[in-house]
C-alpha cells in the first residue's frame, strides 16, 4: 500500500509514520513538507492513501487537496489538524477522514480499518472458474486455502470454489484490504475471525484455521488491531 505524509514539520510526520507502521507494517511511505511536490508526486503515480496536513506555509493542505481533486476524487484524503475549525472545508475536498492532533495510534489504527472494510465492500477479485472468469466479492470470503495445486475459496455461505493456482497468486492482492497470512496454507478474512484459541483462529462460518509458528506473531498482532480498532470505532 503507497501512502503520502505531508506536513511541514519533520517530527509530525514521523509521528504519523510511526502510528501508520504500527498498524500496516510493509507499507511504502513517502514524505513530504510541501503540499505542491505531493500534487505533482500524485500526478505522476497515484498514491492509495494520503495523510494531509492543514496548515502549511505556502500553500496550506486544503488547497493541496483541491489541486488534487482536479484530477482525482477516489483517493482517501485524512487531514491531520491541531483545531477542529477547518472541517467543514475539508469536506468539500472530499475528505475520507479529519484527525487531530497530537497524533495517536489508536485513532490511526481506526482511520485505516474503517478505509478497508469500505474499500472491501465493493471490492472483488477475479477467478478462472471452470473456464469462466468469475468475480468474488471480498467481503464474502471467509479464508483462501493451498492444497496441493489448488487453491480453495471459503466464502461466508460456506460454499468453497476450488481452482487450480498457488496462494501467492491472491496473496498481495489480497492483505491490503484486510486480510492476513496465518500459515502457509493460508489466509484468511480477519472479518471473518469470529474468536482466537492458542493456535488456531475459528471462522464465523464454523471453519477452523491453524495458524503455524512462523505467522504466529504476525497473525495475532493483525487480529488484535482489528478487534480493538472495531472497539475504539
Given amino acids: 500500500m503507497r501512502i503520502a505524509i505531508c506536513d511541514d514539520m519533520k517530527t509530525e510526520r514521523q509521528k504519523i509514520k510511526e502510528a501508520v507502521k504500527k498498524v500496516i507494517e510493509d507499507a511504502s511511505i513517502s514524505e513530504f513538507n510541501n503540499g505542491k511536490y505531493l500534487v505533482k508526486s500524485h500526478s505522476e503515480c497515484h498514491f492509495d492513501l494520503i495523510f494531509l496536513d492543514i496548515i502549511m506555509p505556502e500553500i496550506s493542505g486544503i488547497d493541496t487537496a483541491a489541486e488534487i481533486r482536479k484530477t482525482d476524487t477516489v483517493t482517501p484524503v485524512v487531514f491531520v489538524s491541531t483545531s477542529e475549525e477547518f472541517g467543514v472545508a475539508s469536506y468539500r475536498v472530499l475528505a475520507f477522514d479529519y484527525i487531530l492532533k497530537p497524533i495517536r495510534e489508536d485513532v490511526i489504527r481506526a482511520c485505516i ?48 470454489i476450488q481452482i487450480v493456482g498457488k496462494l501467492t497468486d491472491y496473496e498481495k492482492f489480497l492483505i491490503p484490504y484486510g486480510f492476513c497470512r496465518c500459515h502457509k496454507s493460508y489466509i484468511v478474512n480477519i472479518e471473518h475471525i469470529d474468536s482466537i484459541d492458542g493456535e488456531n483462529f475459528h471462522l464465523t462460518g464454523g471453519k477452523t484455521v491453524k495458524i503455524s509458528r512462523a505467522y504466529l506473531q504476525s497473525a495475532k498482532k493483525a487480529y488484535f488491531d482489528y478487534v480493538f480498532a472495531s472497539e475504539d470505532a
Fill in 113 to 160: 480499518k474503517r478505509l478497508f472494510s469500505m474499500r472491501k465492500e465493493n471490492r472483488y477479485i477475479k477467478i478462472n472458474y471452470s473456464g469462466i472468469e468469475t468475480k468474488i466479492l471480498l467481503s464474502n470470503i471467509q479464508c483462501v486455502e493451498s492444497n496441493l495445486r489448488k487453491v480453495i475459496f471459503t466464502l461466508s455461505e460456506n460454499r468453497e
